[in-house]
């Protein structure tokens, strides 16, 4: 039998290998490994829980902003209704305030009408007062003068009666 290098590389693998098992290599190498594999799952888990903590995380704030929205568009529509009364009432306000200072206004005209006539009243009879003096004064016939007065008066009564009615 021959012995050549193949054979002592044979032998040496042998003995590596022994050494390697003698040494527990290949046991620290699966601790190792199965140690990192245990290290990646746990990891993996702890993803996959944040991953749902993310969603329901999500899933609330989508609810919160749904809930906002909701609450904005009844504050919107409430808003809306109450200036729209506010309208409506100021309105109404405004046409009362109106209708007062038209009603005043008329009443003013009234009252002015009137005082308008009994000053006209008034300077018509001391015209004529003054006339039928001025008559009696400058009159001689004393007679003439009394009918002529009785009728002038007579004529003022009618002519006052007339303009009261």
């Known amino acids: 039998m021959a012995i050549d290098a193949t054979f002592w590389v044979a032998i040496s693998f042998f003995i590596f290998c022994g050494v390697l098992v003698y040494l527990k290599i290949p046991q620290k190498i699966n601790n190792f490994l199965t140690d990192k594999i245990n ?4 990891e993996l888990e702890e993803a996959e829980k944040l991953k749902e903590e993310a969603k329901n ?4 704030y989508e609810n919160k902003i749904d809930k906002s929205k909701k609450e904005t568009k009844e504050i919107i529509n409430t808003a809306k209704k109450e200036s729209e ?3 409506i ?31 006209i009243k008034n300077i018509s009879i001391k015209i004529s007062i003054e006339a039928v003096e001025n ?6 016939d004393k007679n003439k003068l009394e009918n002529l007065y ?14 009261k009615a």
Do not use: G, P, W
Not at 90 to 114: A, D
Not at 135 to 140: E, M, Q
Not at 150 to 163: D, F, G, M, R, V
């Open 85 to 87: 009364k506010a309208i």
């Open 39 to 42: 290290e990646i799952q746990k």
């Open 89 to 119: 009432e100021k309105t109404k306000k405004f046409h009362q305030i109106i209708e007062e200072r038209k009603k005043s206004i008329e009443q003013k005209i009234v009252q002015l009408k009137e005082n308008a006539l009994n000053d």
């Open 150 to 163: 009785n009728k002038s008066l007579e004529q003022a009564k009618i002519a006052l009666k007339q303009t």
């Open 57 to 60: 995380l999500f899933s609330d």
């Open 135 to 140: 008559l009696i004064k400058n009159s001689i």
